[in-house]
């Protein structure tokens, strides 16, 4: 696969992310989160199955290390999947995908910590600046104290934190094996971690939506921002390495904050186009300061 590939493949994976905050946000208190959960997880995981079952079952047998599927699986899906169902029912859309943005830089901080990357004073000026465009973009809105609020967007960053260790870790699988049967032998196991929440919607009685609609926008979440996100996520690493990778999810503030405009009619405020440009231009200063100093040491 070539670099403009997998390029191509990312672009279209924020564009299917960033819809998949809106038409989340757009089912808002429709359904108990945890529902959602639960029934995304599974309709995710029966057609990995199925696929696997039918397409890739030989692929599939090859990828036997079952300790680190469940350990990344329990990652991506409960844990991840929680983390932005919960936040997105407290926060707005555009704050989620801001936070959302951190993910290369907390990628950066995973690498440092497991000494897979040297400290640069420019890189870390970058983390420092993103971080600060966020508090802006947090503390901006009248209700940015108010404990849903605050709890939407610490959930949010919740989420954020692990899909970058989701990213730093499956790197290794998405070299080693073929990205898509990788991706979907993880939702299976990923569908197993979620399957005690049948409990949850079972026994406190939450009732379900009667609306198509809400049902549309799951099996959205299960197919395209699921199945097709992370398989084009993970296709991603095979060709680039996963701070590169990660930086991709700049692009959902724009995106998402474009279509919430037009589809829920969220105002665009000054300290979020403030924030949010501190936070894009925090993530560049870290990615490419990594870049320039790798291309002056190749041509010396």
Request: glycine share 8%; charged share 10%; net charge positive.
């Amino acid at each position: 696969m070539t670099h403009k590939t997998a390029v191509t493949f990312l672009t279209i994976q924020t564009f299917v992310v960033s819809l998949g905050y809106i038409l989340t946000k757009a089912i808002g208190f429709d359904m108990d989160p945890f529902s959602i959960l639960f029934f995304r997880a599974f309709i995710t995981g029966l057609v990995s199955f199925l696929l696997i079952q039918i397409l890739y079952k030989t692929e599939a047998s090859e990828i036997n290390e079952s300790k680190a599927l469940w350990k990344l699986s329990f990652l991506a899906v409960p844990l991840n999947q929680s983390c932005f169902l919960i936040g997105i029912h407290y926060t707005s859309t555009g704050e989620a995908a801001v936070i959302y943005a951190l993910v290369p830089v907390i990628t950066y901080l995973i690498s440092l910590f497991r000494k897979e990357e040297f400290f640069e004073f420019k890189r870390m000026s970058g983390v420092l600046i993103a971080f600060i465009g966020v508090l802006i973009i947090l503390l901006s809105t009248h209700t940015a104290f108010s404990a849903g609020h605050l709890w939407g967007n610490l959930t949010i960053l919740a989420g954020a934190v692990t899909w970058a260790f989701y990213t730093v870790e499956s790197r290794r699988f998405s070299i080693r094996y073929n990205p898509f049967v990788f991706s979907l032998k993880m939702l299976t196991h990923g569908a197993v971690w979620s399957f005690p929440l049948i409990i949850w919607v079972v026994f406190n009685g939450i009732p379900l939506s009667a609306k198509p609609e809400v049902w549309g926008v799951i099996g959205y979440l299960a197919i395209f921002g699921t199945i097709v996100s992370y398989a084009l996520w993970v296709t991603g690493l095979k060709v680039l390495e996963p701070s590169r990778v990660a930086i991709f999810t700049n692009g959902q503030p724009i995106m998402t904050t474009i279509l919430s405009y037009f589809i829920l009619s969220q105002a665009i405020t000054l300290p979020f186009l403030a924030g949010g440009v501190l936070v894009i231009s925090g993530v560049l200063i870290t990615q490419y300061a990594g870049l320039w100093k790798f291309a002056k040491t190749k041509i010396n």
